[in-house]
Every structure is written in C-alpha cells, then in structure tokens.
C-alpha cells in the first residue's frame, strides 16, 4: 500500500482551488524498467494511488522495458486509441545509458512543455538538492495528449504529481489549468 495523503488540505501552487467538482481526466501510467514487475513497481503504484485519489481516472497502468521502440509502441497505442487525455511515465530520465525515455518521446512532441522541466526541478531541489541535476525529466503534447516524464524514483514521483501535475490536471485550479486547454490543443 502506498502513502496518499490528502492533497485537498493542502493550498495550491501557484494558485488557488475554486469550488466545484473536478472533471475527471484519463490518465495513463507506464513504468520504464529493465528490472521492474509488477510487484515491484512501486513508483507506478504511488501514481495510480494517487491519480484516483484526486478524482482523475487510472485509464491504464503497464510496465515497458528501457528501449525506445517499445516505450514509443505504449504511447502511439494509448494516444491512437483516444482512451486517455495524459500520459505520466516514471524512469529512464537518467544520464545511465540504459536511460532512454526523453530519446523515445520528444521525437514524439508536437510542442514541448520547457516549463515543467524548470519547475521539476526548482521542486526537486527542495528534497534531494544537487541531486536534481541526474534527471531529464521533460513533459510534451503528442497528437492533442499531454505527456510528463518523471524520473522512477519514489520521491520523484512524489514532486511531480503532488507538486506541479497534479495541480495543472485540475479543473478547478486557477489562474488556469491544462485541462481547459484539453479541447483546443488540436486546434490550427
């Protein structure tokens, strides 16, 4: 069992909550590992924990191993498919050479989010210092679909979801979210 804590206690980012009921987005989680199974994948539980404790649905949740084909295979599907709205991959951000994930995606962006690797790692830093520097994590829009990649590490996981996605996947998240920009991302 994984920690959720009760993120509707806590003060948004940045911004603030309006009231009202969050529109559910579909949320697709894929761990990126040579050595994880499912008993083992603890960065990918504490996501799908985490995605439905916030209203959103786990529309998927699969384990690929650390080659480009086979990541890029996962993403193309669900995305081709129109089941889900966002994609959150965890591990393979690293500087190892078995660490493919960013060379497998942002081929793939139609438009990077440069901000969300800003903000990773301001929020990064917070818990593991220097430490943050090791990561690549990057985040995109393929074919109208958000894609964040975070580095597999728990704690990791933890900054990006509790700190930045879980907030811009919110409807009720003002200034302004990602979701009420969900209906025009196809748009020309």
């Given amino acids: 069992m994984t920690d959720t804590p009760d993120l509707s206690t806590l003060p948004a980012p940045g911004g603030r909550l309006i009231d009202g009921p969050v529109t559910p987005v579909r949320i697709a989680v894929l761990t990126i590992s040579d050595t994880r199974d499912e008993d083992s994948d603890t960065s990918g539980k504490i996501l799908a924990d985490r995605i439905a404790a ?29 089941a889900v709205d966002a994609v959150i991959t965890t591990g393979g951000t690293g500087l ?33 210092g220097l430490s943050t520097l090791q990561s ?4 995109g829009i393929i074919d109208g679909v958000f894609v964040f990649c975070l580095p597999g590490s728990n704690g990791a996981v933890r900054d990006g979801w509790d700190n930045i996605i879980r907030w811009q996947l919110d409807s009720r998240h003002r200034p302004c979210n990602m979701v009420e920009l969900m209906p025009r991302l196809l748009e020309v």
């Fill in 54 to 82: 916030a209203g959103h649905v786990c529309a998927a949740h699969e384990i690929v191993t650390d080659d480009v084909e086979a990541i890029r295979a996962r993403v193309r599907s669900w995305i081709a498919a129109g």
């Fill in 136 to 139: 690549r994590a990057t985040a």
């Fill in 96 to 128: 190892t050479g078995r660490d493919v994930t960013p060379e497998a995606l942002e081929p793939l962006f139609d438009k990077r989010i440069d901000g969300f690797s800003v903000i990773f790692h301001q929020v990064s830093y917070q818990t593991i």
